[in-house]
């Protein structure tokens, strides 16, 4: 069964304070890897996509890193406007279809 | 208006009603999604439209019933809802249903409860 994990599922930063969030995946056929930022009674908001191993991808304070098991979303120096809810996506060759995770809340405090 | 919008943000329906979710995307894209995002869960696949002809139903309950009229407009019709069924329920675009470089292109979403 295709399935998409994150963690921590929860993340307190203070500002400045750079960390990682982690997505690990056991699916049949990557096709490819999504980032998506929610904010609080919003919808997701693309961020990135990779699409193989050693791919990296960056924009502004985040930088998106794929290895054949897992990604890691990192954010440098974050602010308090970095607070909210980082999901992962992968996309399963075949199907095609867009696997979920579950989410990481993150807060940065000021 | 720009972008993908649901209407309505917020709505409270009884087990017996009938409502209809309104989303309308403003970006030229050929296909359209629904979600159902619950606490906790990750977000699910409920139906994929590809120019206006539904390509996906992911085992979704008959009390459910989307509609396609064109390519810029979607629905969501709800009947006999369950309170289980309380949760946001988000409509995506896309350039193309299928394919590896497609990113989805949300609304805010429409926050239901069931009584």
């Known amino acids: 069964e295709d399935q998409v994990t994150q963690s921590p599922e929860a993340l307190r930063l203070q500002e400045g304070e750079s960390s990682s969030l982690n997505c690990s995946y056991t699916v049949s056929g990557l096709r490819g890897l999504f980032w998506y930022r929610q904010d609080p009674g919003k919808g997701p908001e693309f961020l990135f996509t990779?699409?193989?191993a050693g791919e990296e991808k960056e924009k502004e304070r985040l930088k998106a890193t794929l290895t054949k098991k897992e990604s890691f979303l990192h954010i440098t120096a974050p602010k308090p406007e970095d607070s909210a809810t980082y999901l992962c996506a992968v996309q399963v060759g075949g199907s095609e279809k867009l696997v979920f995770g579950k989410g990481t809340k993150l807060t940065v405090n000021p | 208006e720009t972008g993908v919008t649901q209407t309505p943000r917020h709505l409270v329906m009884g087990m017996t009603n009938k409502k209809s979710l309104k989303c309308e995307q403003h970006l030229g894209h050929n296909a359209m999604y629904w979600y159902k995002q619950s606490a906790k869960k990750p977000l699910e696949l409920m139906f994929v439209y590809s120019l206006e002809e539904r390509v996906e139903n992911n085992s979704v309950p008959s009390r459910f019933s989307p509609e396609c009229p064109n390519s810029s407009h979607l629905f969501l019709h709800l009947h006999t809802l369950q309170p289980e069924d309380s949760a946001l329920y988000l409509c995506?675009?896309?350039?193309?249903?299928?394919?590896?470089?497609?990113?989805?292109?949300f609304g805010s979403g429409t926050q239901l409860s069931v009584l």
């Open positions: 995506a675009s896309s350039q193309f249903p299928r394919g590896p470089r497609e990113k989805l292109f």
């Open positions: 990779l699409y193989s």
